[in-house]
């Protein structure tokens, strides 16, 4: 397969959620590859997320998808780690607590958790892990990003979503809540997994 190719079946992105597929397409945008995501292709059934790694994960998701789709599939497990919880919520992230918590409810979960924690010990970092499934007779291809940084005390920013107002970017000492979404897709744990994705294409095709 070639970009060419993939330019005409497109790229699945094995995700419901809006935020997700918006970054994929920004960051993908100079390839002119159809990005769908599941809703695009009427594709309802929820893959049970069984791993205990993001790489079990994204994996069990690129070829159960890849299944229903039929076309190249690209499936993401990613999370937040926090040092002081034994690397909580990790693969559970998007469940912590109570999976029928809103951001808002799964981040004062979290804080509360934390509020006797010094702050040298808030140690926490973001990671995405990519798997690209092209077809049946191809190895899968993984790709990861990863950014460090620490649990603030106190929610910051407007933007983003998840766990975005409750960590704080190592590097720059801003949260993610407070990067636009231009500056996020520069940055971002799943920017980096992407932009390592990007280079494979070209290497690939």
């Known amino acids: 397969m070639n970009i060419a190719e993939l330019r005409k079946i497109g790229l699945l992105i094995a995700t419901n959620n809006l935020h997700?597929?918006?970054?994929?397409e920004n960051l993908l945008k100079p390839f002119s590859i159809p990005i769908y995501s599941l809703d695009d292709l009427h594709i309802n059934v929820v893959v049970e997320e069984t791993g205990t790694s993001f790489y079990?994960?994204?994996?069990?998701?690129a070829k159960e998808y890849f299944k229903l789709s039929k076309i190249p599939t690209l499936a993401d497990d990613s999370g937040l780690e926090v040092d002081a919880l034994?690397?909580?919520?990790?693969?559970?992230?998007?469940?912590?607590?109570n999976?029928?918590?809103?951001d808002q409810e799964r981040n004062e979960y979290l804080l509360e958790k934390m509020k006797n924690v010094a702050d040298y010990l808030r140690?926490?970092?973001?990671?995405?892990?990519?798997?690209?499934?092209?077809?049946?007779?191809?190895?899968?291809?993984?790709y990861q990003g990863v950014v460090e940084g620490k649990i603030?005390?106190?929610?910051?920013?407007?933007?983003?979503f998840g766990y975005d107002?409750?960590?704080?970017?190592i590097k720059t000492k801003k949260s993610f809540a407070e990067y636009t979404i231009e500056e996020k897709n520069q940055i971002s744990h799943r920017a980096k997994a992407i932009q390592e994705f990007i280079r494979d294409l070209q290497r690939l095709f």
């Open 20 to 24: 997700k597929k918006i970054e994929f």
């Open 56 to 61: 079990e994960n994204a994996t069990i998701k």
């Open 86 to 97: 034994n690397k909580e919520p990790g693969v559970k992230s998007a469940r912590y607590g």
């Open 99 to 102: 999976i029928k918590f809103t």
């Open 123 to 142: 140690t926490a970092r973001f990671i995405c892990v990519l798997a690209f499934m092209i077809s049946e007779h191809t190895p899968i291809r993984y």
């Open 152 to 160: 603030l005390r106190v929610p910051r920013g407007n933007f983003g």
């Open 165 to 169: 107002p409750i960590f704080e970017d």
